[in-house]
């Protein structure tokens, strides 16, 4: 595979920023992927990166660099309900994903 | 409405049989996937579509068999020879494989095999 790695969980305080970190190791790819997943749902789409740089969507950014083989997806004003798993996938032929992230957020 | 629709939801078989879980798609997507998710884990790519008529193997694709006779449609069966086969199944479809476009997931099926 394309060895994608992410934190297994993180945990945040409601109103807080959290910001989930991805590393691959393959440069064969058009862009990456970020998907939100609650448990036993199905994976949404939350935000896409073509060229290295931020991408803001809301209280959700993206960011990617391919020359450091990094992507992280910064979430801000956290809420309760944005307490989930937190995908992130390489655009290549596969659409390859990573293990995930669960974020857990606190009152 | 356009969608992607797995069936069914839920599904109970014993040990040693066959089963077939559904993916129909309305979206005129070219490209369509299956993906295998156990608890607490990230989605391992079982087989993929680019095309009708062709798939290719993903990374686990042991035990498990696909056909892509129509664009709308991409059933995977589950043989009895996938070791673990007990599982949350995930099917996706994206128009173009090149391009850049989001992927759209089922709802998925919770196969479990006693």
């Known amino acids: 595979g394309q060895n994608i790695d992410q934190p297994t969980e993180m945990t945040a305080t409601e109103g807080a920023i959290v910001q989930i970190n991805c590393t691959y190791q393959t440069s064969g790819f058009n862009g990456l992927f970020w998907y939100q997943q609650h448990a036993g749902e199905a994976p949404t789409f939350l935000s896409y990166n073509v060229l290295d740089g931020l991408e803001e969507k809301g209280r959700f950014s993206s960011f990617l660099s391919r020359s450091k083989g990094y992507s992280y997806l910064l979430l801000k004003e956290l809420q309760m309900k944005d307490s989930a798993s937190y995908l992130c996938a390489l655009n290549d032929y596969k659409l390859s994903f990573g293990a995930g992230t669960t974020v857990t957020v606190r009152a | 409405d356009g969608g992607i629709t797995q069936s069914p939801k839920y599904l109970f078989r014993k040990e040693g049989q066959n089963v077939t879980l559904s993916c129909e798609q309305n979206?005129?997507?070219?490209?369509m996937y299956w993906y295998r998710q156990d608890p607490g884990q990230g989605l391992r790519l079982i087989y993929y579509s680019q095309i009708v008529n062709d798939f290719q193997k993903g990374d686990i694709a042991e035990g498990y068999s696909v056909s892509r006779e129509k664009k709308e449609s991409f059933p995977l069966t589950v043989t009895s020879a996938q070791k673990n086969p007990t599982a949350f199944y995930l099917c996706a479809s994206r128009s173009e494989v090149v391009m850049n476009t989001e992927a759209f997931f089922g709802q998925g099926t919770r196969l479990t095999v006693v």
């Open positions: 979206l005129n997507h070219d490209a």
